[in-house]
């Protein structure tokens, strides 16, 4: 049984920062990994996707998967007001099934 | 157009009556998902259709009933609402292995 975590719950940075969101997930055989953003009382919407080891950069966000260590993350470069929302992580072992984590709470504060 | 809509937005139900939700997708996607999401908490998988296969998840096989009466459209329906059904209730629809694309949500309130 896959299970997602999140971490931080939340977490409030100023405007310009560098913010890093993590996901971990327990099962060895997962393939497909997401970061969903939810504005509120928005659809959430897919940031970036990762499929294989190491990290993918587009634009300010950065993803990076380590699947040795159960472990992928989403990094922020210059943080904007813009960027406040949920985000969930998700990942996807084969069939049609994803996972989600319970979501961080993101601030930027201006 | 990558939109997926959910009507209602908002529902209010009593106890024990019947809910019925609607999802719409006009992307020819041959998935449909159903999430249940309370405050604090990961989206939960409720069930998911792939073409017209239907597949609910065991812990809420009883809770939640599901049509697909055209690739286009998905309904969730609950027969007799409880309090604990309150929540946001998300539909997502995806296309092979892409990306879900989901609905705004409606959200469920069972007095």
């Known amino acids: 049984q896959q299970n997602v975590q999140q971490s931080p719950e939340s977490l409030i940075v100023p405007e310009g920062a560098r913010t890093s969101l993590n996901c971990t997930f327990s099962?060895?055989?997962?393939?497909y990994f997401w970061w969903y953003r939810q504005h509120s009382g928005k659809a959430p919407k897919a940031l970036m996707s990762i499929f294989s080891n190491g990290e993918k950069e587009e634009g300010r966000f950065t993803i990076h998967l380590n699947k040795a260590s159960l472990h992928f993350s989403l990094h922020i470069r210059d943080s904007q007001p813009s960027d406040s929302a949920l985000y969930l992580c998700?990942?996807?072992?084969?069939?049609?099934?994803?996972?989600f984590g319970s979501g961080t709470r993101l601030l930027v504060s201006p | 157009d990558t939109t997926v809509k959910q009507n209602p937005r908002y529902k209010l139900a009593r106890v024990g009556k019947p809910v019925n939700l609607i999802c719409s997708q006009t992307m020819n996607h041959d998935t449909m998902y159903w999430y249940q999401k309370k405050p604090n908490q990961a989206p939960k998988l409720l069930l998911f259709?792939?073409?017209?296969?239907?597949?609910r998840e065991a812990d809420t096989f009883e809770k939640f009933q599901s049509s697909r009466p055209n690739n286009s459209f998905c309904s969730l329906y609950i027969g007799s609402a409880g309090l604990e059904y309150s929540a946001m209730y998300l539909c997502?629809?995806?296309?092979?292995?892409?990306?879900?694309?989901f609905g705004p949500g409606t959200r469920l309130l069972v007095l």
């Open positions: 998700a990942v996807r072992t084969g069939g049609y099934k994803v996972v």
């Open positions: 997502a629809s995806r296309q092979g292995q892409d990306t879900q694309y």
């Open positions: 259709y792939y073409d017209k296969i239907l597949n």
């Open positions: 099962d060895s055989a997962s393939q």
